[in-house]
């Protein structure tokens, strides 16, 4: 009989714990994201992390997804051509136009030229990081379109490398319902932080800040009294209001997407946290790498993970004509 007994315990025990990988499991899949055209007959010049030719534009996506990039540029082989035009796909026929109006003289010496100094042609190029504000590494390349994860991308903010973009508010003191509210205002959430990679980038971004401000301020004292200063001052960012929070039963943390702190196995608690106050605590990341816990009413400085948005306005039509070389931006 009591043989028995300890079976059924662990049987219960056993489904509680499946019961419970599933159900995170369920959570982080949710987290799906979807790439979007942004540019017609241009590439970004960003960070390319891997290449290969592929049979289709979904043969891309899932290589970019696979590399975990946060865009890419496809070449669209089938795209229209002009009639009786005789240079191959594998010219950029910008570049075509433009060595024909340097040297109208030598121009089957310049395409080929073109042809010898092009780099190796793969239709997917992956991208680590996005085009942000006016993507000023966009260029006129009629091989290829630029996708992204991120229609959305201010000018301010910080890509972190096949993660995501993050915009750092040092300057401003928020409790953390402020905080969150200024977040989705600019399309995202309080930055995710469970994982040592995650952990360790936003720290950076602290620690970045911190040798920032000071050597704008050291800048300002040696033109003022004209005198060499050694000393690094003090500056009050110590810590930052990230997306991870206490609710009202004591010890259970949920991520900024609702996801709970128990899903995941990476923790980097400062000693003596998290702790046994009476009250529900918001969680902070200081620049030393760890975490820490703070009344939720405190004022301070916060960090926000953008959101993978589709762009604003777009004809997806329109991805299909032939490039014009008589507009820069088709």
Known sequence: MHS?????????????IISSQLFCSDLLKRNHT???PVRHCQRSNKTR??????ANLNKCIQFAEHNQALAFNFGHGKRPRKKGDQVGDLLNLFDVKRAKEENKTKIEKDLHALEENTDPYFDCEVLSCPEVGNMSSLI???????????GYAPENSTCFPSVGLFMYYYDERMNYTEATSTCEGHRGYLA?????????????????QIFDINKATVGILQSTFNESVNVPLEIPIKHAFIGLKELRRK?????????PLKCFLYRAWAPKYPSEESRPGCVAITASRSWKMFDCRKRAPFICELKPTKPRRI??????RRCSLKRSNN
Request: hydrophobic content about 45%.
């Open 4 to 16: 028995k007994f300890i079976r059924i315990l662990v049987f219960f025990g056993c489904l509680t």
């Open 34 to 36: 979807k790439f979007h």
């Open 49 to 54: 992390i891997a290449a290969k030719n592929v």
């Open 140 to 150: 006129n390349d009629t091989r290829f379109d630029y996708y992204t994860l991120y």
């Open 192 to 208: 995710r932080i469970v994982s040592d990679i995650r952990t360790n980038f936003i720290s950076f971004m602290i620690q970045q």
């Open 251 to 259: 010890g259970n943390f949920v991520d900024s997407l609702d996801i």
């Open 315 to 320: 004809n997806r039509r329109k991805f299909n």
